[in-house]
Structure formats: C-alpha cells, structure tokens
C-alpha cells in the first residue's frame, strides 16, 4: 500500500500538472478552448480550494490524487507515467473506506475511465447528454455495485 494522504497547498502545482497531463492523455474529444477554460477553473479555483486524497510514491511525490464529495469521487486523476501501477485502485478503496458504495460522474466519451470504473464494479445508473457547463460531453452517471468490484464488462460504446 502507497502512502495516501490529504493535499496541503504546497501540493498544489503539483496536482495541477498531474491533471493537465492526465486529461491531455485520457480527453483527446476536448476542445483546446474547452481545456483551457478547464485547466484555469481546476488549477485556479478547484485544487487550491478543495482538499484531495494523494497517492505518493516511495519519494513522497504525488503520483495522482481523487476528490470525494460525501461518497461521490468528484476527482480521479493519475500521473500518465505512473497509470497501470493499481494507484486509481488504491485510491478508490481508500475512499470507499471512507464513504461507503460511492458514485461517479465519468465523461461517456473517456472510454478508458468508463472501462475502468466498470471493473472496479460500477454500473451507469444514468446519462446526461451535456456535460454540467452544458457542453457537448455526454456524462454517465455511475454507482458502483454492492460487491465494490465487479466482473470486467465490455465498453458502452465502441
């Protein structure tokens, strides 16, 4: 188990850059006006208002970060360089540890992040066909199963 730990504002910039390289690597659908508008209202006014959970490496560096608002992640975000290594797994079961069965808003078009909150046994509970800016981003609203991790299951959307 990685050292999880609540974010302080030094770890600011930080988290910021793991966003930016993490949506640039998972959000190609984005419009660059729509990712900078993005980036301003996370780096700006989102991470250095809102306490996240951090996965640190052995060096106490943040390697990716989830925020949790009751028991629904609002945040998942992980480094590029350090994905496949079970940090998004980690930080889930710490917040389920925290929060219980826990809900995600997931961009329907993120075809990675669908998938991966599928295996770890969430379900679509619903679809909005806009994102909360009411841009052209579909959102799948999901709720993880009572078992917390599911069977894989193939994409939504291929």
Known sequence: MRDIR???ESDTA?????WRASVRATHGFLSEADFLQLDRLVSEHYLPATRVWIVADDKGRARGFLGLA????DSLFID????????GCEL???AGRIAGRLSVDVNEQNIQAVGFYRRMGF???GR???????????????????SG???PIAPLIA
């Open 6 to 8: 609540l974010s302080t």
């Open 14 to 18: 930080a988290l910021a850059d793991i």
């Open 70 to 73: 009751g028991a629904k992640v």
């Open 80 to 87: 590029p360089a350090s994905r496949g290594q079970g940090l």
């Open 92 to 94: 889930l079961a710490h």
């Open 123 to 125: 379900q679509p509970i």
């Open 128 to 146: 909005s066909p806009v994102d909360d800016a009411g841009r052209p981003y579909p959102i799948l609203h999901m709720r993880q199963d009572q």
């Open 149 to 151: 991790i599911g069977e």
